[in-house]
C-alpha cells in the first residue's frame, strides 16, 4: 500500500467559495483516498498563536503539497519548494498555479440576466484593490456597453473606509441613481450592506433597485430580506481538480501546465431580483407585494389590487402591457419558483415545502405545481438532480 500523500489545506471555510472548494478536494480523496490532511485548529483551541506560528506549524508537519488561500507569510510556504497550489484573495501569483475564476465571462452573465429582463439602467458595487472584481465589472460594463447603455459605479477602497461604514456611503449614492436600477455587486457581503443602505433610504428592493450578488452563499443569501440573488460558480470541481492536480504533481513531477480556472456560472434567482424592471409605480409596488408576501403566503389577486392605488381593472390593463401577463400569472410565477428553489436547494419534503408556502396540505400543492410545470414535485426535483449530477460529471 503506498504511503498517503499529506496536503495542508489553509482555507477560510467561513465562506462559501472555500467551502466549495474543501468539497472538492475532500471528494476526490474520498475517491481515491490518495492524502492526509492538514487544517489549521479552531481558533479557541490554539487562542495564542499568531499567523507566523501557524505557518510554523504547517512547516513542522512536513507537507508533500499545500493548497493555500493568500495567507499571512504565504512567501515562507513558497520556499519550501513543495508543490503548492494558491487560490488568491487580490490578484493572480504570475509564477505559481492558481484557482481562478473568469471574471469577465461572469460579469457578462449578469448583465446578460438583467438585460434580458427589460433593465435600462445599471450600476456595479466592487472592491478597488481585487483584480478578481475589476474583471467582474469589466465583463459586467462591457456587456451592458453593447447593449447601448452605461454603468454607474461605487468602487469601495478597503485601505481608507472602514466596513462598518459603508452602507451610509452606499446610501448617499443609492440616491443618486435613477429607478429602477439594476445592480451587480462583487460579492455576497456587499449584497448584504446594499439592502440595509436601501432601507436607509426607503427605496424598495427589488423594484427598485434590482441586486445580484456573487457566491451563492446560502447563509447570507437565505437570510436576508429580501432573499439574495447570487451567482453561483460551481466552485467545487475546481476543488476537485486541485486535488488531482496535487497528486499529479508530488507523485510524477507532472506540475500543471496552467492555472485551474472556474468557468461554469448560473444565476440562483432569490427576491432581489424576481422582478420586471417597469417605469409604473404602480405596477411596481403591485410586484413589490408579490414578490416579498407570495413565497410564503396563498395571496389572491384582490389583496395585490389593495396594494395598490388602483382598480382591479385598471391595474390589470397595465399588467398586460407593461408584463404581458395578469397578476395571478405573476403571483403563480414568484410561487411556482420559490417551490424549485426548495427542490432543488433544500431536503425539504414536499409537506415541508407546502407548510413553508402556506398551502393546506400537499396534495393542493402538487396540482398547483404540475398545472405549472407538468411534473410533480417529486418528478421535478428527480429530473434537476440527475441534471446536477450531469453538469459535474
Given at each position: 500500500m503506498k504511503n498517503k500523500l499529506?496536503?495542508?489545506?489553509?482555507?477560510d471555510v467561513s465562506r462559501a467559495y472555500d467551502r466549495a472548494l474543501l468539497t472538492g478536494l475532500t471528494g476526490y480523496n474520498k475517491i481515491h483516498d490518495r492524502f492526509v490532511f492538514f487544517?489549521?485548529?479552531?481558533?479557541?483551541?490554539?487562542?495564542?498563536?499568531?499567523?507566523?506560528?501557524?505557518?510554523?506549524?504547517?512547516?513542522a508537519w512536513r507537507p508533500d503539497g499545500i493548497f493555500a488561500r493568500?495567507?499571512?507569510?504565504?512567501?515562507?510556504?513558497?520556499?519550501?519548494?513543495?508543490?503548492?497550489?494558491?487560490?488568491?484573495h487580490t490578484s493572480l501569483y504570475p509564477a505559481q498555479i492558481n484557482v481562478w475564476g473568469d471574471g469577465m465571462a461572469m460579469g457578462r452573465e449578469v448583465a446578460e440576466y438583467f438585460i434580458s429582463r427589460g433593465h435600462k439602467r445599471f450600476a456595479f458595487l466592487g472592491f478597488k484593490h481585487f483584480q478578481w472584481s475589476l474583471e467582474r465589472q469589466r465583463g459586467f460594463t462591457g456587456r451592458v456597453g453593447e447593449a447601448g447603455a452605461s454603468v454607474e459605479t461605487f468602487i469601495f477602497d478597503n485601505t481608507n473606509l472602514l466596513w462598518e461604514h459603508l452602507p451610509e456611503?452606499?446610501?448617499?449614492?443609492?440616491?443618486?441613481?435613477?429607478r429602477p436600477c439594476a445592480v451587480?455587486?462583487?460579492?455576497?457581503?456587499?449584497?448584504?450592506?446594499?439592502l440595509e443602505a436601501a432601507r436607509e433610504t426607503g427605496a424598495k428592493v427589488p423594484d427598485d433597485f434590482s441586486i445580484i450578488g456573487a457566491d451563492n452563499d446560502t447563509m447570507i443569501c437565505e437570510t436576508a430580506s429580501p432573499t439574495l440573488s447570487s451567482v453561483d460558480q460551481h466552485v467545487a470541481p475546481a476543488g476537485f481538480d486541485a486535488a488531482a492536480?496535487?497528486?499529479?504533481?508530488?507523485?510524477?513531477g507532472d506540475r500543471p501546465a496552467g492555472n485551474i480556472m472556474v468557468n461554469s456560472y448560473s444565476i440562483v434567482t432569490r427576491n432581489s431580483t424576481n422582478t420586471l424592471a417597469v417605469d409604473d409605480e404602480q405596477v411596481r409596488t403591485a410586484l413589490h407585494y408579490i414578490t416579498t408576501t407570495a413565497p410564503s403566503e396563498d395571496i389572491a389577486v384582490k389583496d395585490v389590487v389593495n396594494a395598490t392605488s388602483l382598480s382591479r381593472r385598471i391595474l390589470e390593463k397595465r399588467f398586460q402591457l407593461m408584463l404581458k401577463s395578469s397578476i395571478l400569472d405573476e403571483i403563480k410565477k414568484v410561487?411556482?419558483?420559490r417551490i424549485k428553489f426548495l427542490l432543488e436547494q433544500s431536503e425539504l419534503t414536499?409537506?415541508?415545502?407546502?407548510?413553508?408556502?402556506?398551502?393546506?396540505?400537499?396534495g393542493n400543492i402538487t396540482r398547483y405545481f404540475r398545472q405549472s410545470t407538468g411534473l410533480s414535485p417529486l418528478e421535478y426535483r428527480s429530473r434537476s438532480k440527475q441534471a446536477t449530477r450531469q453538469t459535474r460529471g
Open positions: 499529506k496536503i495542508a489545506i489553509l482555507l487544517s489549521y485548529s479552531p481558533k479557541y483551541i490554539h487562542t495564542g498563536d499568531d499567523a507566523d506560528a501557524l505557518i510554523q506549524r504547517v512547516i493568500e495567507v499571512v507569510n504565504l512567501q515562507a510556504l513558497l520556499e519550501l519548494g513543495i508543490p503548492l497550489i494558491v487560490a488568491p456611503k452606499l446610501a448617499v449614492w443609492l440616491n443618486t441613481l435613477k451587480f455587486s462583487a460579492t455576497d457581503e456587499l449584497s448584504l450592506l446594499l492536480a496535487l497528486a499529479g504533481w508530488i507523485e510524477r410561487r411556482i419558483a414536499v409537506q415541508q415545502i407546502a407548510y413553508e408556502l402556506n398551502f393546506r396540505n400537499d
